[in-house]
Structures are given as C-alpha cells and as structure tokens.
C-alpha cells in the first residue's frame, strides 16, 4: 500500500497570502494524485486530479503541480472560503490511499 | 446537478449488520463506478469499496472483505453496503462517492453525499 504524507500539518496564514501545501508519496504514483478540500461538516470536495488538473467548477487559484512522489498544492491567494483541510489521494496502486490532511487555518 | 443522499446509518451493537443506501440523481447512474469512503470521527479519509458501472466487479479494502458487501440497482439509481460482523473501529462517516470516470473507473472521486453516521458501541 503507497502511504502519502502531508506537510505541513497545519499552515497558519492570511487572506490574500500563497498557500503551498505538499503531498509525498512512498513510491513513484506518476501523475496519479488528486487534492480535495473538506470543511468542517462538510464532504470532500475534488479540485485537482492527475496531478495538475482542475475539476468542474474549481477557480484558477488553485493549480497542481508534481509528479513521481512529490506533488505541490498553491492557492495563489487565499479567500475567506479557502480555510479547510486539503487531503491529497493517490489511484496509481491499488488500494487508493488519502494522505492525513493539511488545515489551513487563519493567522 | 449531482445529488448523492446515503441514508441507513445509527448506532449498532458489536457484530451487529446495518444497509446504507445511497440514492443518485441528477447523471446516468448506470454509466459510472460508485464507492463507499468513510472517516472516522476526527480522522482522514479511508476508501472502503468500489462497483462497477454495471456491478460486474466488487473490490474491497481489506479492513471490510468478508464482512461488507457493496452493490447497486440501476433501476432505481440506488448504491448499497451491506456491513456485517461491524465492529467499534468501524464507526465512522460513511460517503458514497461517484468516480470521476464513465465507464472504466478512474478511482478519483468528483461528487460526495453528505455522508451518513454509523456508530458501533455496546
């Protein structure tokens, strides 16, 4: 089982800041990770997949980028609404596996 | 637009059974892999099983194989687990989930309900 790992654990900052959230994989996933955002209460909800692609809906600010077993979430500058925890989530090796989460919490 | 809404959860004795459903709308229900994703109280997210578009093929996280039984109804755009022999680790939020893919399943998951509680406690 591929095991991901988060960091940081929580990023404390302001709106308007650049968020970079990171996701490191036990062994090689390729291209095959995806980030959701969960706010509290609330489902998952996908913004990134195969590493760089946005889904239906999500804003530009959010962008992926990575490959192999290191991949970077940016939320080029954070919005009220942004403040959540981002799980990222692996499909290259069977079973699919999430990462323990980063909050991104307000300063 | 989508609409994922499991029903089905409570609280049940150790050993005890429960079904969840989850009712799909609003896209070609027969058309996409659904899954099961749970989370445990205060804790990450952990994929619990998937089917087909068709029900042809069933997988299963090895924390639930041979206690938890995943189908679908196309008929009735209804999604299924099926828990026996549960036990206190698994309480959690259970989601279903729609994969992102027609057809072969690409194992991202694009639309979640709004997850339904099972609680596991004597």
């Known amino acids: 089982e591929i095991v991901l790992t988060q960091s940081p654990a929580t990023l404390s900052l302001s709106p308007g800041e650049r968020a970079t959230l990171s996701c490191r994989a036990s062994q090689s996933v390729s291209s095959y990770l995806a980030w959701y955002q969960q706010k509290p209460g609330q489902a998952p909800r996908l913004l990134i997949y195969?590493?760089?692609n946005r889904a239906t809906g999500i804003p530009a600010r959010f962008s992926g980028s990575g490959s192999g077993t290191d991949f970077t979430l940016t939320i080029s500058s954070l919005e009220p609404e942004d403040f959540a925890v981002y799980y990222c989530?692996?499909?290259?090796?069977?079973?699919?596996?999430f990462g323990p989460g980063t909050k991104v919490d307000i300063k | 637009q989508v609409q994922l809404v499991e029903s089905g959860g409570g609280v049940v004795q150790p050993g005890g059974s429960l079904r969840l459903s989850c009712a799909a709308s609003?896209?070609?229900?027969?058309?996409?892999?659904m899954h099961w994703v749970r989370q445990a109280p205060g804790k990450g997210l952990e994929w619990v099983a998937f089917i087909r578009y068709d029900g042809s093929n069933k997988y299963y996280a090895d924390s639930v194989k041979g206690r938890f039984t995943i189908s679908r109804d196309n008929s009735k755009n209804t999604l299924y687990l099926q828990m026996n022999s549960l036990r206190a680790e698994d309480t959690a939020v259970y989601y279903c989930?729609?994969?992102?893919?027609?057809?072969?399943?690409?194992?991202?998951?694009?639309?979640w309900g709004q997850g339904t509680l099972v609680t596991v406690s004597s």
């Open positions: 195969d590493a760089s």
């Open positions: 989530q692996q499909r290259s090796n069977w079973p699919p596996t």
């Open positions: 609003g896209f070609t229900f027969s058309s996409y892999g």
């Open positions: 989930a729609k994969d992102l893919s027609a057809g072969d399943a690409s194992y991202y998951f694009d639309y």
